[in-house]
Nanobody
Framework: QVQLVESGGGSVQAGGSLRLSCAASGGTFSSYAMGWFRQAPGKEREFVAT???????VYIDSVKGRFTISRDNAKNTVYLQMNSLKPEDTAVYYC????????????????????WGQGTQVTVSS
């Protein structure tokens, strides 16, 4: 059983930065593809960024150039560095794992993911 625990959320003003962390346990983290999603009130959960098991990254257009996803396999942790935050980035952020990914594949759809964290709130004020 894989467990994912997010941390690092909080409240910031527009233009500020936050770094989210997601610590994984219970499996072989280095073999997973990892992703970050977010869900704003009244909206569906949406893809934000993903990193393959070999480090390939993909982002939603609205965060390109502002967010960076990375992973530290020695620490079993995936990060989401968020800079130049905007009020529209306000949401609960979730990390997720694909435990048997294709080597080259990246994953952007919620149903492709096997495990999810509990989420961490990010609030950006104008």
């Amino acid at each position: 059983q894989v467990q994912l625990v997010e941390s690092g959320g909080g409240s910031v003003q527009a233009g500020g930065s936050l770094r989210l962390s997601c610590a994984a346990s219970g499996g072989t983290f280095s073999s997973y593809a990892m992703g970050w999603f977010r869900q704003a009130p009244g909206k569906e959960r949406e893809f934000v960024a993903t990193i393959s098991k070999i480090g390939t990254t993909v982002y939603i257009d609205s965060v390109k150039g502002r967010f960076t996803i990375s992973r530290d396999n020695a620490k079993n942790t995936v990060y989401l560095q968020m800079n130049s935050l905007k009020p529209e980035d306000t949401a609960v952020y979730y990390c997720a794992a694909v435990v048997r990914p294709g080597t080259w594949r990246t994953y952007r759809i919620t149903t492709e993911y096997d495990y999810w964290g509990q989420g961490t709130q990010v609030t950006v004020s104008s």
